[in-house]
């Protein structure tokens, strides 16, 4: 077996690996829990990451490995953006709707971090699952004007064992049969629940008096030494942060590969287009921009797009210029876009929360995911429990607000919009709409000169209603809890740029090749040998936080192009 970890900069594996079964485009959730798939399968695999590493010895097998460059540092994550993709150099577009022109906004938009491991680096690891109604919602709700809602061509019960596996690789804690809403499950979660968070405590107060049910939120952080990795220490940086620990499970799929010795990781190399054969049905090998900006390609037998809903469809709107894009016999190819429709009410408290103590979230509720076709319980989604550890963000919102001096010193030592604050997220069902799309900005180009995505959205009556419903349930709750003050944030209502970041869609899965792009398996109709491994097959959003979905989607996909 060849020797790890690796000594060539910038890869990481098997560097004596020369020809690839396949190749995959993103080391996320996706992207990593295909490469597991695809070794156990006896595969070899390149995996093209377009961002650096921050995990020393990813791939060394001796104990206490890896070791991630990541801290609790504010300046770094929250302000200088460290793995986030950097809008200066490479923008995105967006407008609401084609009737808006060409953009009405250049900058950041919806991006997510560029890293060894993607944006599975920086979340807070929540990972509840779908329920088995939300395979079905097209059959379920019927026509609504505007929008296109579709079934999924597999249903719960097909996914299961894989939500399963996703759950004991990541290392989930949870506690089974806690939520009175979810589906139904094989087995337990790997570990118990962590600590609750103070903030949890004081909430669930108010859901009992409401009649709802709080629950342990599950997540990938440890709740014990779990797989060689340590227990989370409940530091408060969990959300927005690479944990320093590594008590996380945002890189277990991708070590596991690289471990196997069948995975070459290639870290700072975008790829920028596939190239077809002759009848453009197959693709023969992927073209990537290496570190120092040279072209440089790979091939492989099978193709994995797992770099984000919108850098997927990107890259084969790239890889046919003056055409479609590649795959799209549809017309169906980046519509569709999805984000969840989050519904914001902070609420302020006169008892410290100490959100430096916790996980970020640890507790939910799932009472207002309500049921297809009520309507005096619109499909909402599960509502997170969460507050504020970052003191620098709290100390900046003071300062915007024009405090000076020892006004400023007291407003720091109270913290009202910090220390003091409870926040309400419910992650609402976005619906699916044909004319919510990526494209290409016909003239904003990135830093190597290419065409940068065009987000073009607004959303729909459905998900408005949602928040309409639940949003001064929301308020009631905190008044339920103990709050002095509460209110709903300001969210965009089709004129500004959507803020979410579950990005869903696009490359839609179904069984008929004219209405959807990838097959129940998750391969192209069009292309044999392409297939997308992030959340962009998804047909519907639900209203739960959407990767361990992805990841159990794209193990069961993995397996099938493996045989």
């Known amino acids: ?61 001796a104990p206490g490995n890896p070791k991630p460059l990541f801290a609790n540092d504010e300046l770094a994550m929250s302000s200088r953006k460290l793995i986030h993709q950097q809008a200066r150099v490479e923008p995105r577009t ?20 560029k890293t060894v491991g993607g944006a599975w680096v920086h979340a807070d690891m929540k990972v509840p699952r779908f329920q088995e109604f939300d395979f079905r919602l097209g059959s379920e709700l019927g026509d609504i004007p505007g929008a296109a809602f579709a079934d999924w061509p597999l249903s719960y019960a097909e996914l299961e064992p894989f939500y399963a596996e996703a759950e004991r690789i990541g290392g989930a804690q949870g506690l089974a049969g806690a939520d009175p809403f979810e589906a139904w499950r094989s087995g337990p979660y790997p570990m118990p629940p ?11 107060v108010g859901t ?30 969990c959300s927005g942060y690479g944990c320093s620990i590594n008590a996380k499970g945002s890189v277990n799929h991708l070590r596991r ?16 287009r ?46 046919d210029p003056g055409g479609p894009g590649l795959g799209n016999s ?74 000076r001096g020892e006004e400023l010193k007291s407003f720091l030592r109270s913290s009202p919009f910090g220390s003091h604050i409870a926040v309400l997220i419910m992650q609402g069902e976005d619906a699916p ?47 339920a809890s103990g709050a002095q003050f509460a209110f709903i944030s300001p969210m965009y209502d089709g004129g500004k740029t959507p803020t979410g970041r579950h990005i869903m869609g696009t490359l839609r899965m179904g069984t008929d090749p004219r209405l959807s792009v990838v097959d129940a398996n998750c391969r192209f109709h069009d292309i044999g040998n392409l297939y997308s491994v992030d959340a962009a097959p998804f047909p519907t959003s639900s209203g739960y936080n959407p990767t361990l979905t992805l990841q159990a989607l794209a193990i069961r996909t993995a397996r099938a192009a493996a045989g």
């Open 433 to 479: 709409q044909s004319t919510n799309r990526i494209d290409l900005d016909p003239e904003v180009r990135d830093i190597n000169g290419l065409p940068v995505p065009r987000i073009t959205y607004q959303p729909h009556a459905f998900e408005l209603r949602a928040r309409e419903v639940y949003g001064p349930k929301m308020i009631e709750l905190h008044g």
């Open 94 to 113: 967006f407008r609401p709707s084609e009737a808006d022109g060409k953009r009405t906004v250049i900058g950041e938009v919806n991006s997510l971090p």
């Open 330 to 403: 549809s017309g169906q190819l980046g519509r569709n876009l999805m984000f969840h429709h989050q519904t914001i009410s902070p609420g302020v408290y006169p008892i410290n929360f100490h959100g430096e103590r916790g996980k970020s979230v640890s507790a939910g509720f799932s009472d207002w995911r309500g049921v297809p076709n009520d309507p005096d319980r619109p499909l909402g989604g599960i509502v997170e429990f969460g507050t504020n550890s970052e003191k620098i963000a709290d100390a900046i919102q003071y300062a915007e607000l024009g405090f």
């Open 274 to 319: 596939l190239v077809t054969d002759a009848t453009g049905r197959t693709i023969t090998q992927v073209e990537y921009l290496d570190p120092e900006g040279h072209l440089d390609n790979v091939a492989g037998d099978q193709i994995f797009l797992a770099a984000s809903p919108i850098e997927s469809v990107r890259l084969c709107l790239l890889s």
């Open 1 to 61: 077996m060849t020797a790890l970890p690796s000594r060539v900069p910038g890869v990481l594996g098997n560097t004596s690996l020369s020809r690839f079964d396949a190749v995959i485009i993103g080391s996320g959730a996706g992207g990593g829990a295909t490469a597991l798939a695809l070794t156990e399968a006896g595969l070899n695999v390149c995996v093209l990451e377009a961002g650096p590493n921050y995990f020393q010895g990813l791939d060394d097998p």
């Open 194 to 204: 962590g600590a609750p968070m103070f903030l949890s405590e004081v909430l669930s």
């Open 208 to 237: 009992r008096a409401l009649g709802l049910t709080a629950y342990p939120y599950p997540g990938l952080q440890n709740s014990r030494p779990y797989g060689g990795q340590p227990a989370c220490n409940d530091c408060g940086f």
């Open 257 to 272: 590969a690289l471990l196997s010795g069948r995975v070459q990781l290639r870290s700072e190399c975008a790829a920028v």
